[in-house]
């Protein structure tokens, strides 16, 4: 069977990017490939093997187009609303604390968060095995 095990984003403002995504979410560089027009830097913490890769393109100096298909990354956290503060305190600007229901079903609590190009991240609550782990 098939494992995933990154997901790739073009970034703009390499540092802008990589403080982003330490402060927010403890990714650190795990590995980086510099060619000639372009880098790939590989990002992962110690709470899971899969990583995301940012694609830098030298030169680059028009914002990408995120156009209509990107939907969103998603991270799990074990408490939604200490994370909140958290990143609200480091000066990320989260958007407000939801809950989710499918009918009277609960699903979940989550938030976005919005990285330097406009990629959207949602953080969830963890909850049972198998839904927002």
Known sequence: MARMIHSMIRVLDEAASLAFYETAFGL???DRLVFDSFSLIYLSNDEQTFELELTVNHGRTK??????GYGHLAVSVADVDAEHARLTKAGLAPL???DMSC???????????????????????????????
Do not use: H, M, S, W
Not at 63 to 68: Q, T
Not at 103 to 111: I, K, T
């Open 28 to 30: 650190k560089v795990a």
């Open 63 to 68: 914002p990408y187009d995120l156009g209509d």
């Open 96 to 98: 407000a604390v939801k």
């Open 103 to 133: 009918g009277e079903r609960f699903v979940g609590r989550f938030f976005f968060i919005t990285d330097p190009d406009g990629y959207r991240i949602e953080v969830l609550q963890r909850g049972k095995p198998g839904r927002f782990i």
